[in-house]
C-alpha cells in the first residue's frame, strides 16, 4: 500500500534555509572573519576536506563540482558568502548534513593568511601553555619529596649529588622489563644544579615552542625524546643508571631546529626590512633577533659545547660524576625527527610533508631497533626479579 506524504511547502524551507542562515553565521562567520576579507584558499580547502574524511561521504568528482562553483569569481578564494551560498543553494539536504560534519573542522585547521606569511604572528597564549609548567612543578617536587627522603636517611642532596636510585622512577638496566622507568626516569635528578640547569632550559625554549604549537604537540615531542633519551642510553650504557629531564630538554632544542627547518622564509618575515626598521625600530630588530639563522645560532652554540662537555666528562669523569651523553643527542635527535610532522608547519609545502613522513619512520625504525636489542643483548647486568 502506497504511503501519502504531504509535499513541503515553501515557507518550511524557506524556514529551514532561514535557520541554516542563522546558525552558519553563528558557526563559521567568526572563522571567515580570522582569515580577512579575501577569504580562503580553495586549494587548501579542498585539502584539508579530503583529510577530514569528507571523501567517505561523497565522491571526489561531486566533491570537485561543489567546490568549484561556489568559487563564483573564479579567483581560487572561498569568502564567506560564496560559503554560505554552496551550504544553503549547491548542495542537497542529506549532503548538507555530511558536509557540517567535516567542513568546521576542515576550516579551522586552514592557518589564515597572515599567520602563514609572519611566524610571529603566531605567538599567542591562547590557549595558555600549560605542560610545560606542569611537567616542570611534576620533576620539582618529585625531587624535593626525595630530597627529604633521604635527608631523614642521613643523605644530603649537595649540587651535585643526591638521587634516591632505589627509586622505581629511576631507569636500571638490571630492571628494563619495568618499561615505565624508560620514561619515569625524567622525574628524577641528581643534585640541585642538574635540576636547576634543566628547569632553566625547559622554561626558556619550552614555553615559546608552545606558545606558538600548543601543548599537545610540545607534550608529544618532549615525552617521546625522553624514550629516545633513554633508548640510546640503554644500548650505548649497558651497565649504568640514568636520571634527569636532560633527554626532554633536548628534544625541545631539537623541536626548535626541526620549526627553523619548515618555517625558515616565516621566520625571516620583514627582517632587515628597511621600512620596517624605519617605521618601528624596536619591532624591527626584534624581528631580526627572532629570525630564523639568529634562533639556529643561538641553538648550535648551546648544543654543540654543552655535548662536546658532556662527551668530555662522560670519558675523564669517575663513575658518581658520569653524564648521560646519549641520552641527549638521543633526545635531540627526536626532537629534530618528531618535530617536522609533528610541530605546526604555518605554510605546508609538499617536500615538507614527504620529509616528515621519512623523519617519523627513522625515529619509529630507532625504536623498534633499541627494543630488540634490549630484547636480545646478553651483555647486560643480571635481571633483578627482587621487589622495590
Not at 597572515?114 to 610571529?120: E, P, Q, T
Not at 635527608?151 to 642532596?157: Q, S, V, Y
Not at 632550559?201 to 604549537?213: A, D, K, R, T
Amino acid at each position: 500500500m502506497a504511503i501519502y506524504r504531504p509535499a513541503r511547502s515553501r515557507e518550511d524551507t524557506a524556514m529551514e534555509l532561514s535557520t541554516l542562515r542563522t546558525e552558519l553565521d553563528k558557526s563559521f562567520k567568526p572563522i571567515f572573519e580570522k582569515h580577512g576579507g579575501k577569504g580562503i584558499e580553495l586549494g587548501e580547502l579542498r585539502r584539508e576536506l579530503e583529510d577530514e574524511g569528507l571523501l567517505e561521504h561523497i565522491s571526489h568528482a561531486r566533491m570537485d563540482q561543489l567546490l568549484t562553483k561556489a568559487d563564483q569569481d573564479a579567483n581560487q578564494l572561498i569568502t564567506y558568502r560564496e560559503f554560505e551560498h554552496m551550504m544553503t543553494r549547491d548542495l542537497t539536504q542529506s549532503e548538507r548534513s555530511r558536509f557540517q560534519s567535516v567542513i568546521r573542522a576542515a576550516i579551522m585547521d586552514i592557518v589564515p593568511l597572515r599567520f602563514r606569511d609572519d611566524f610571529l604572528a603566531n605567538y599567542n597564549c591562547c590557549p595558555p601553555p600549560i605542560f610545560i609548567l606542569f611537567i616542570s612543578i611534576a620533576e620539582i617536587v618529585v625531587f624535593v619529596v626525595y630530597a627529604m627522603e633521604l635527608k631523614e636517611d642521613g643523605i644530603e642532596t649537595t649540587a651535585t649529588s643526591g638521587v634516591a636510585m632505589y627509586s622505581p622512577l629511576v631507569y636500571k638496566p638490571n630492571r628494563r622489563y619495568e618499561a615505565w622507568r624508560f620514561l619515569t626516569y625524567m622525574l628524577m635528578h641528581q643534585g640541585y644544579m642538574h635540576i636547576l640547569f634543566n628547569m632553566i632550559f625547559q622554561l626558556l625554549f619550552g614555553l615559546p615552542l608552545e606558545i606558538v604549537h600548543k601543548a599537545w604537540r610540545v607534550a608529544l615531542v618532549y615525552l617521546l625524546g625522553v624514550i629516545a633519551g633513554s633508548l640510546a642510553h640503554s644500548i650505548s650504557d649497558h651497565n649504568v643508571g640514568l636520571v634527569g629531564a636532560s633527554g626532554g630538554v633536548y628534544a625541545l632544542l631539537g623541536a626548535h631546529v626541526a620549526a627553523i627547518v619548515t618555517n625558515w622564509r616565516e621566520m625571516n618575515y620583514k627582517c632587515m626590512d628597511p621600512e620596517e626598521l624605519e617605521d618601528n625600530t624596536c619591532k624591527g630588530i626584534g624581528r631580526i633577533l627572532l629570525s630564523a639563522p639568529v634562533r639556529l645560532m643561538v641553538i648550535l652554540v648551546l648544543v654543540v659545547p654543552d655535548t662536546a662537555m658532556a662527551v668530555y666528562r662522560r670519558v675523564t669523569a669517575p663513575d658518581e660524576f658520569k653524564v648521560g651523553v646519549t641520552a641527549h643527542i638521543g633526545g635531540f635527535m627526536a626532537g629534530l625527527l618528531l618535530g617536522i610532522p609533528i610541530l605546526m608547519n604555518v605554510r605546508r609545502h609538499e617536500w615538507e610533508t614527504n620529509l616528515g613522513w621519512v623523519t617519523l619512520a627513522i625515529y619509529l625504525a630507532f625504536v623498534a631497533l633499541c627494543c630488540i636489542f634490549n630484547a636480545v643483548y646478553d651483555g647486560y647486568p643480571n635481571t633483578d626479579w627482587s621487589g622495590w
